[in-house]
């Protein structure tokens, strides 16, 4: 369950003649839509039909949220469409899933998926990258995901990385020495992680080592970055 605990005024919202959704609101909310002023209900019957256009079916949506770059193409696509991300947020709130991914929003709503929490989903991938990794380059992992449970898909965009080096070791230098990984290799680490971070509901078992390279010798013959 992706609960996030609170109680609210339930709103039964019917999708289709085989679905109805519950949603979970603290008052009788009114999203702005364009130059419509909606109903919940009418927001979040929008947004159903609209996702299934931008599209190719769950696996599509879950390969385009695995990478950075063609996940903020998307949300830029849902943006211009009148589905912001603030609203995509008031939909995970309505649907009790702050402790999901939206990712699990996205699709539950798309193809009543069953949702899971991004702790599940991170610790998943822990016990994955554990025969996969080095003692420093787990604990680099470890503090991805922990900042990923805290503040959602946001700490994975491009331009956080040098923000999570930063925190961890004060400098890209640091990093890559106590990693034993190159500025490529390291990118690498980074973008790898996502892709099994979001590969199903079990994550995707790695069958290559150099995808999560353990030695030096690896990392500078080029080989992490294959």
């Not at 991938?125 to 025969?131: C, F, G, T, V, W």
């Not at 965009?157 to 290799?185: C, F, R």
């Amino acid at each position: 369950t992706c609960d996030g605990g609170s109680k609210r005024k339930q709103v039964v919202v019917k999708l289709s003649k085989l679905r109805s959704l519950m949603l979970h609101t603290d008052w009788d909310e009114r999203i702005q839509f364009g130059d419509e002023l909606l109903t919940v209900e009418e927001y979040v019957k929008r947004l159903f039909g609209a996702l299934p256009e931008f599209l190719d079916g769950e696996e599509d949506l879950r390969v385009r949220w695995s990478q950075p770059d063609t996940r903020q193409q998307l949300l830029e696509v849902l943006e211009r469409s009148g589905f912001q991300e603030d609203k995509l947020e008031q939909m995970r709130r309505f649907l009790q899933m702050e402790k999901c991914d939206m990712l699990d929003v996205l699709a539950f709503l798309a193809y009543n998926t069953t949702p899971m929490e991004r702790e599940r989903r991170a610790e998943i991938l822990r016990e994955d990258l554990k025969k996969k990794v080095n003692k420093q380059q787990q604990e680099f992992a470890d503090f991805i995901l922990k900042m990923y449970v805290r503040n959602d898909f946001k700490e994975l965009s491009e331009d956080k990385l040098p923000t999570l080096i930063d925190m961890k070791y004060h400098s890209t230098m640091d990093a890559l020495t106590k990693l034993q990984m190159t500025p490529q290799g390291l990118h690498d680490f980074y973008l790898t992680m996502q892709k099994d971070l979001y590969n199903g509901e079990s994550v995707m078992r790695l069958n290559s080592p150099q995808l999560y390279p353990t030695s030096i010798g690896d990392i500078y013959s080029g080989k992490a970055a294959e």
